[in-house]
């Protein structure tokens, strides 16, 4: 059996590539919204029969449940050829490894909401209050004076709005 440190290299390795695959998704949403907010809304032939964000999530959770499936299986063979502490090591490793998947799921569901059709408009309104954390670089615009815009670098604090500092209590940034 692995030990922890290569297992933990291992997980640190998953969630890096998941990390970036998120990171293009979101740019690749963010490109897209930006480049057709002028367009008219075009209806695509059977989006309806596209799958939605909840179908994603099933498979994503369905793929996990296999994987899970799948090391304890592993797990059970392992034991039977050696079993001294194999079973919880890979028990636990298995539940991160599942965890990281949940996790990843979710994070690219909610990245590519606004590739999907209808979903666009709700991930658009998501709104930060000054002093949140900036999930991803891109222009923002104060939700109550849609004229005050800035543009933020992930990892920075968003600042409180500058329109009229005494009238700024209560503003939220979202993105444009």
């Not at 209806?43 to 498979?59: I, Q, T, Y």
């Not at 009238?167 to 939220?172: D, I, P, Q, Y």
């Amino acid at each position: 059996m692995a030990s922890t440190s290569s297992q933990e290299e291992f997980l640190a390795v998953i969630r890096k590539s998941q990390e970036a695959v998120i990171a293009a998704v979101r740019n690749l949403a963010e490109t897209v919204r930006t480049a057709t907010p002028k367009l008219p809304s075009v209806s695509v032939p059977f989006a309806d029969k596209l799958p939605g964000p909840e179908d994603a999530v099933v498979s994503a959770y369905d793929f996990a449940e296999h994987l899970l499936a799948s090391q304890r299986k592993f797990t059970e063979d392992l034991l039977k050829a050696k079993p001294e502490g194999a079973v919880v090591s890979a028990y636990d490793f298995a539940e991160q490894l599942l965890a990281s998947q949940r996790k990843f799921a979710e994070d690219l569901l909610k990245a590519a909401a606004p590739l999907m059709p209808g979903r666009a408009e709700s991930a658009a309104a998501e709104t930060y209050k000054p002093g949140q954390v900036v999930p991803r670089d891109g222009t923002v615009e104060c939700a109550r004076h849609h004229d005050v815009q800035d543009r933020v670098k992930a990892g920075t604090r968003f600042a409180p709005c500058s329109h009229h500092h005494e009238h700024s209590e209560g503003c939220t940034w979202q993105y444009v």
